[in-house]
């Protein structure tokens, strides 16, 4: 897996209410910052940031993007991922972050 930084954490994944919303895990605060800090040079426009993910032993490519009203970043997870890795909506998981 591609990344320079390693963070894990536990996540409780969420839907967004709106109709179809995507689901997200929420990067933790003081991960969030740490990054902001000092990998911001390497977002790509709207906060968006290349990570690879590990979660229940599957692991793909995806991007972080920063939500400026939390202060974090926010990790979408695709049905295909979630349908992949048995992941169900209000689950708390462990992750792995690599960017």
Same mark, same amino acid.
Request: net charge positive; hydrophobic share 40%; charged share 25%.
């Given at each position: 897996?591609?990344?320079?930084?390693?963070?894990?954490?536990?996540?409780?994944?969420?839907?967004?209410?709106?109709?179809?919303?995507?689901?997200? %895990?929420?990067?933790?605060? @003081?991960?969030?910052?740490? %990054?902001?800090?000092?990998?911001?040079?390497?977002?790509?426009?709207?906060?968006?940031?290349? @990570?690879?993910?590990?979660?229940?032993?599957?692991?793909?490519?995806?991007?972080?993007?920063?939500?400026?009203?939390?202060?974090?970043?926010?990790?979408?997870?695709? @049905?295909?991922?979630? $349908?992949?890795? @048995?992941?169900? $909506?209000?689950?708390?998981?462990?992750?792995?972050?690599?960017?």
């Amino acid at each position: 897996m591609e990344g320079k930084i390693k963070y894990q954490f536990s996540g409780q994944i969420w839907k967004d209410n709106i109709e179809g919303g995507w689901h997200f %895990i929420t990067i933790p605060k @003081a991960f969030s910052k740490e %990054i902001r800090e000092t990998l911001q040079w390497q977002e790509e426009g709207w906060g968006r940031m290349k @990570a690879s993910i590990i979660i229940n032993n599957i692991s793909w490519k995806t991007s972080i993007w920063f939500d400026t009203k939390i202060n974090c970043y926010i990790l979408p997870v695709k @049905a295909e991922i979630r $349908k992949k890795a @048995a992941i169900k $909506k209000d689950q708390k998981l462990q992750v792995t972050l690599l960017v």
